[in-house]
């Protein structure tokens, strides 16, 4: 991707962030010296036209002159024309987030496009995180980058209680979702969100981190003493809520837990004992809580978590973050190439509970499969699909054909469906690649789950995804 394309994406990203309230607009003519700031809401008002130095000067004299370290770096930031910025700090009574990319004129100088989102604080500084960009987007809870955020910031502080890092985990969801369909799998997510919340109350905030994996951060609980009864209620609520409901599957819990600054000395050492122990809670059988205790788990813990997993009887694949995964396709995987095929895709697979991923490109000579069980580049595997006028006719516009289930498939593709039968699937999205305007092969995502409809996220997301590779592969 180059960094025009870039720049694209970082505007797009920008104009969603339009769409939330209180927020305010600005473009800079760098080389000309003129600020154009709007207040966007019902209409869209300019409110200020003029250099970057009356501005600030103005913004001085509101202020008395008070100027903090944060705005000083945004106002040189700004000046500069840096390529982009991205800051988040409390002034006050107000949480601001500036964030703004810069792109060159055709005569050489520079255009820098940014807003700025005000939201209000109260003396409970959780409630600044309440705002629509913090929750995630289907579950009362925050979302990743939020929970993440206000973790580190707790535990920066220098008078920082004893805080517990929890991870919480659901056991078998993916046979939930694989045998009663992602519908249902949501419904689940959300009444698990109810049981988490009423558990952990005012004694702590809660986050999802990647798909059923959910962080909680706790408040005012001092020991494990104190923890072990919220632990156990939403152990107990979970696995009575789902007892006998589901045709034999059962649907439990399992939660690793470690203490700041008790057992590590950062966020990061916190998490990955956390994680950890979730780990070592699922090879003990699952349905249970670990805390760490470093006289039980102080040489257990000493190995990569990699190696723990290498030696359980069933190991359970790292859950990744759908949001996140995009950003990582882009960051590691296309930017930076530090991601290999197979890697970057099997993360793509469990992120978002695929039995099939199957990328063919140019014209077959290349591709390969990636299954939960491995990855392969036997040419059966590749070339089962004859990628001729008929098959290329059946995608849209946007270079995708969408298989909701093979119930929707047409008299006329009896072979095609015949095909994916004997594969086992059952719902299917194809991504066409193309290379100078040509078709030279596909992606497919696929599911042995019959679905009533791929979500539009699904398709938003795999398709890019899908991008992501075809830039890679000619860029």
């Known amino acids: ?98 964030k703004f990319i810069a792109e060159k004129k055709p005569d050489g100088g520079k255009i820098v ?42 535990l920066e502080k220098p008078d920082c209680p004893t805080t517990y890092l929890v991870i919480f985990d659901l056991d078998n969801f993916k046979v939930v979702n694989d045998s009663f369909g992602h519908l249902y799998g949501d419904e689940v997510l959300v009444t698990i969100t109810d049981i988490i919340n009423k558990a952990v109350g005012a004694n702590g905030v809660v986050g999802r981190i990647g798909g059923d994996e959910i962080l909680i951060v706790t408040k005012g609980i001092e020991d494990k003493a104190a923890l072990r009864p919220m632990l156990r209620e939403i152990r107990m609520n979970v696995e009575d ?43 003990k059988g699952r349905n249970r809580y670990l805390i760490f205790t470093p006289e039980l788990h102080g040489d257990i813990l000493k190995a990569p978590k990699e190696e723990m997993m290498a030696h359980m009887s069933n190991p359970i694949p790292m859950a990744f973050d759908k949001i996140g995964i995009i950003q990582f396709m882009m960051e590691d995987y296309l930017r930076r190439g530090t991601s290999s095929n197979e890697a970057a895709f099997s993360n793509v697979g469990q992120a978002f509970g695929l039995n099939e991923i199957l990328i063919v490109y140019e014209n077959g000579k290349n591709g390969f499969r990636w299954t939960p069980e491995g990855t392969s580049h036997a ?16 995608f849209d516009e946007n270079g995708l054909y969408v298989i909701d289930g093979l119930y929707s498939l047409q008299e006329d593709q009896k072979p095609f469906r015949t095909k994916l039968v004997e594969r086992g699937i059952e719902s299917v999205l194809f991504y066409k690649i193309s290379h100078k305007g040509e078709a030279e092969g596909y992606v497919m995502y696929a599911k042995k789950v019959q679905r009533q409809k791929w979500s539009e996220y699904e398709l938003l997301a795999l398709s890019t995804i899908a991008k992501i590779f075809e830039m890679s592969v000619y860029k």
Request: charged fraction near 35%; charge should be negative; aromatic fraction near 12%.
């Open 1 to 98: 991707m180059d960094a025009k394309e870039q720049m694209l994406l970082e505007a797009q990203e920008i104009r969603r962030f339009l769409d939330i309230a209180d927020i305010r607009e600005f473009i800079y003519d760098v080389d000309n010296d003129m600020l154009e700031n709007f207040r966007y809401g019902k209409t869209r008002e300019t409110f200020f036209k003029g250099s970057i130095e009356t501005w600030a000067e103005n913004f001085r004299q509101r202020i008395s002159g008070n100027v903090n370290k944060e705005f000083v770096d945004f106002y040189n930031a700004l000046k500069r024309g840096d390529d982009a910025f991205e800051h988040i700090y409390e002034y006050k009574g107000l949480v601001r987030r500036t």
């Open 113 to 154: 496009y940014g807003v700025v989102m005000t939201g209000q604080l109260t003396q409970n500084k959780e409630a600044a995180y309440k705002r629509a960009t913090d929750m995630d987007a289907m579950l009362n809870m925050l979302n990743k980058r939020a929970i993440t955020e206000y973790a580190q910031k707790v």
């Open 241 to 283: 809520t789902y007892r006998d409901r589901m045709d034999g599957i059962s649907l439990t819990c399992s939660m690793g837990a470690a203490a700041y600054p008790d057992h590590g000395k950062s966020f990061r050492d916190v998490m990955d004992l956390a994680d950890k122990m979730l780990y070592l809670a699922k090879e």
């Open 379 to 394: 040419e059966d595997d590749l070339c089962w699909i004859e990628m001729g006028d008929a098959f290329f006719d059946r």
